[in-house]
């Protein structure tokens, strides 16, 4: 158990619409990186939060956007949902300085777009 | 261009074979992990190396700074070791992770 939790596991939902995907990172982890893995592509980096801030961003796209709480669980909103946006979504959380070295993965949400 | 190659992509081996994975960078890194990903989706880190050599069982893992290259070695190879392994590295001027695109690796019994 990496201790970084997602939901859901799975989500199956139509073209056109909008999902929200839940990430807690492990306890005092302040960094949240969102990550997109398709059938035919490695994992790509999509977004990274730190403390509530956005540090880093990939290549997400403007129909995607993400945010990080307070109590630093973050959420990953996928709008206008498209048949290419079904993936694996990965979400991952690592410490500060050297801490930040060590990356620990969630068991990633399969969305499917129908 | 990823900054981050590895080889190769597919590699099928008997059991009980030596296998190497290969992983290239291309600027100054903080930590490099492999990762391993089995059918499922689970990720989980191997090896976090920011030096010299790691051990865990029949896993070895190597780096070499100067070269910007590290490398992934399983001895006696079993059919449980059939996953795919990533390479992911932590630049030094930033806190991003850039992966490799994976190896998947088949061990045939």
């Known amino acids: 158990d990496s201790g970084v939790t997602q939901t859901p596991k799975h989500l199956i939902t139509a073209t056109g619409q909008r999902v929200t995907l839940r990430c807690s990172p492990r306890?005092?982890?302040?960094?949240v990186y969102w990550y997109q893995q398709s059938l035919d592509q490695g994992l790509q980096f999509l977004i990274q939060?730190?403390?509530?801030?956005?540090?880093a961003k990939g290549n997400i796209l403007e129909r995607f956007s993400a945010q990080q709480f307070p109590d630093l669980h973050s959420e990953l909103n996928l709008s206008s949902l498209e048949l290419g946006d079904s993936a694996l979504y990965f979400c991952?959380?690592?410490?500060?300085?050297?801490?930040?070295?060590?990356?620990?993965f969630g068991e990633g949400s399969w969305l499917t777009v129908v | 261009k990823n900054e981050v190659e590895q080889s190769p992509q597919n590699l099928t081996a008997q059991e009980g074979e030596f296998i190497t994975i290969n992983c290239s960078y291309s600027v100054g890194i903080s930590a490099l992990h492999w990762l391993q990903q089995h059918p499922g989706g689970g990720i989980v880190s191997l090896f976090m190396?920011?030096?010299g050599k790691k051990k865990h069982g029949r896993l070895i893992a190597t780096i070499n700074i100067q070269e910007k290259h590290s490398s992934l070695h399983i001895t006696a190879s079993h059919p449980r070791d059939s996953a795919v392994y990533i390479c992911a590295v932590r630049w030094l001027n930033g806190n991003q992770f850039y992966f490799g695109t994976g190896t998947s690796l088949t061990v045939i019994p």
């Open positions: 190396l920011s030096s």
């Open positions: 991952a959380s690592s410490g500060l300085g050297t801490a930040g070295n060590t990356i620990y």
């Open positions: 939060y730190y403390n509530g801030e956005e540090r």
């Open positions: 306890s005092g982890d302040l960094s």
